[in-house]
């Protein structure tokens, strides 16, 4: 092509996109530099198919901001052409009507062939495609920076109790041996993660999928607990309010020497320039090998009253799940393809071992979604568990009252 060819094209696509293109209005959370990155291949890939990127990103709070927005812009009448929603929340959204069906784009390009039945069942309401999933994030990760241990003479934990043994000499060296942001999401991804760990995944089904009374009031979630004030005890008095970005730089910077956070933290590594096995490392959380917490990103896309809008939606539907996309996307934030047969020659090794165990624990019973992260029950149950875990977080709370607060908080939201 020549460059007057290449000129007039470029003119010709900013005219396009300056003068009427449909202009496509994305809600997200993404907004950390690892996310923002990636997001912005969907941008772009877009764009180019002659649409107008809109971005109504809204930070923190894991979502639950964008989600108070997100409900106001639909009671209005003005909602935006696509969200962030993940979950349970998929099916209350469809539920009201508000969600726009997608089987077409999904019959053309065999979403049912492509995506695992147990992550289709979540995009799905009353077997009608209303969401489209953009990846899978695996929860139960501990990032570690091996230089920080090795100084203190520590050994990677592989259970809590070497845990305990590690935090010790860490903190005697003169580091901080948990890099941990206070905000209530994050208390709960930690404990969780416990959960998962003290219970095993069976448990953890009974009590925060099933949310099964007795599981939730047990001997076990008492000792998770007492194991999450535990780790509290060698986290940093300036954690408070501390963004999850923040603690993951502690711990790349060598400040910290480890994290309990899901594998979006491998894009601020990248972000930083830091290389696997030599400035980070990523291994199970302790006690949770053969076990996967799944937390799925996807979008919903909104009834729209333009034609052009809801044949805009189909695009980003269909590019969302290309391999193209699915690949530049994951590679960046450091979450695994939710689709199929993506080839894997681009991905680390961290992602190789996140998707390998993805497999494995699907075939033995052990792949459990995060209630965490709006994967497992009703935000308003969520809600409950976050301020029990948030209270006794930052109280003096025992966990035998513990116990008997979770077991109150969500019998009083079903």
Same mark, same amino acid.
């Given at each position: 092509?020549?460059?007057?060819?290449?000129?007039?094209?470029? /003119?010709?696509?900013?005219?396009?996109?300056?003068?009427?293109?449909?202009?496509?209005?994305?809600?997200? $959370?993404?907004?950390?530099?690892?996310?923002?990155?990636?997001?912005?291949?969907?941008?772009?890939? /877009?764009?180019?198919?002659?649409?107008?990127?809109?971005?109504?990103?809204?930070?923190?709070?894991?979502?639950?901001?964008?989600?108070?927005?997100? &409900?106001?812009?639909?009671?209005?009448?003005?909602?935006?052409?696509?969200?962030?929603?993940?979950?349970?929340?998929?099916?209350?959204?469809? %539920?009201?009507?508000?969600?726009?069906?997608?089987?077409?784009?999904?019959?053309?390009?065999?979403?049912?062939?492509?995506?695992?039945?147990?992550?289709?069942?979540?995009?799905?309401?009353?077997?009608?495609?209303?969401?489209? =999933?953009?990846?899978?994030?695996?929860?139960?990760?501990?990032?570690?920076?091996? @230089?920080?241990? *090795? *100084?203190?003479?520590? *050994?990677?934990?592989?259970?809590?109790?070497?845990?305990?043994?590690?935090?010790?000499?860490?903190?005697?060296?003169?580091?901080? =041996?948990? %890099?941990?942001?206070?905000? =209530?999401?994050?208390?709960?991804?930690?404990?969780?993660?416990?959960?998962?760990?003290?219970?095993?995944?069976?448990?953890?089904? &009974?009590?925060?999928?099933?949310?099964?009374?007795? %599981?939730?009031?047990?001997?076990?979630?008492?000792?998770?607990?007492?194991? /999450?004030?535990?780790?509290?005890?060698?986290? #940093?008095?300036?954690?408070?309010?501390? #963004? $999850?970005?923040?603690?993951?730089?502690?711990?790349?910077?060598?400040?910290?020497?480890?994290?309990?956070?899901?594998?979006?933290?491998?894009?601020?590594?990248?972000? +930083?320039? *830091?290389?696997?096995?030599?400035?980070?490392?990523?291994?199970?959380?302790?006690?949770?090998?053969?076990?996967?917490?799944?937390?799925?990103?996807?979008?919903?896309?909104?009834?729209?009253?333009? =034609?052009?809008?809801?044949?805009?939606?189909?695009? /980003?539907?269909?590019?969302?799940?290309?391999?193209?996309?699915?690949?530049?996307?994951?590679?960046?934030?450091?979450?695994?393809?939710?689709?199929?047969?993506?080839?894997?020659?681009?991905?680390?090794?961290?992602?190789?071992? @996140?998707?390998?165990?993805?497999?494995?624990? @699907?075939?033995?019973?052990?792949?459990?979604?995060?209630? +965490?992260?709006?994967?497992?029950?009703?935000?308003?149950?969520?809600? %409950?568990?976050?301020?029990?875990?948030?209270?006794?977080?930052?109280? &003096?709370?025992?966990?035998?009252?513990?116990?008997?607060?979770?077991? @109150?908080?969500?019998?009083?939201?079903?």
């Amino acid at each position: 092509m020549t460059m007057f060819k290449k000129a007039v094209l470029a /003119l010709s696509v900013f005219g396009a996109l300056s003068l009427g293109a449909t202009e496509v209005e994305v809600l997200h $959370w993404w907004t950390s530099g690892g996310e923002a990155k990636s997001v912005a291949a969907l941008k772009t890939m /877009l764009e180019k198919h002659g649409y107008k990127w809109k971005d109504f990103s809204v930070a923190g709070g894991n979502g639950s901001n964008a989600m108070t927005v997100l &409900k106001s812009r639909v009671i209005s009448g003005n909602p935006p052409t696509a969200a962030q929603i993940k979950g349970p929340s998929i099916q209350e959204w469809a %539920a009201l009507g508000k969600a726009a069906n997608l089987d077409s784009v999904a019959k053309a390009n065999n979403w049912d062939s492509v995506i695992p039945e147990v992550f289709a069942k979540q995009m799905k309401y009353h077997e009608h495609w209303v969401a489209v =999933p953009v990846n899978v994030h695996r929860i139960n990760w501990m990032w570690v920076n091996p @230089s920080v241990f *090795k *100084k203190a003479n520590a *050994k990677i934990p592989k259970t809590w109790d070497e845990f305990k043994i590690a935090a010790k000499k860490i903190k005697a060296a003169g580091f901080i =041996p948990v %890099a941990q942001g206070g905000q =209530p999401w994050q208390e709960a991804t930690l404990f969780e993660t416990i959960v998962l760990g003290v219970g095993g995944a069976d448990f953890y089904k &009974k009590a925060f999928v099933d949310l099964d009374m007795n %599981a939730l009031g047990s001997d076990t979630m008492k000792k998770a607990f007492d194991i /999450l004030k535990m780790v509290k005890s060698y986290t #940093d008095s300036n954690a408070p309010g501390r #963004d $999850w970005n923040l603690a993951t730089a502690m711990v790349y910077k060598g400040k910290a020497a480890m994290q309990f956070m899901g594998d979006w933290a491998k894009g601020e590594f990248k972000v +930083a320039g *830091k290389k696997i096995g030599t400035d980070y490392i990523a291994v199970d959380a302790p006690q949770t090998a053969g076990s996967y917490i799944y937390n799925i990103d996807s979008f919903v896309m909104f009834k729209q009253k333009d =034609p052009a809008k809801t044949e805009a939606q189909k695009v /980003l539907a269909k590019l969302i799940l290309s391999d193209k996309f699915q690949i530049i996307f994951n590679t960046r934030k450091g979450s695994v393809p939710v689709k199929i047969g993506v080839p894997k020659d681009k991905f680390d090794s961290i992602a190789i071992k @996140s998707m390998n165990d993805m497999v494995a624990a @699907s075939k033995a019973g052990t792949l459990v979604p995060s209630m +965490a992260h709006q994967m497992a029950v009703p935000d308003a149950i969520r809600g %409950a568990i976050f301020d029990v875990v948030t209270n006794f977080y930052n109280s &003096k709370m025992s966990s035998t009252d513990a116990v008997k607060a979770l077991v @109150s908080a969500v019998k009083n939201e079903m």
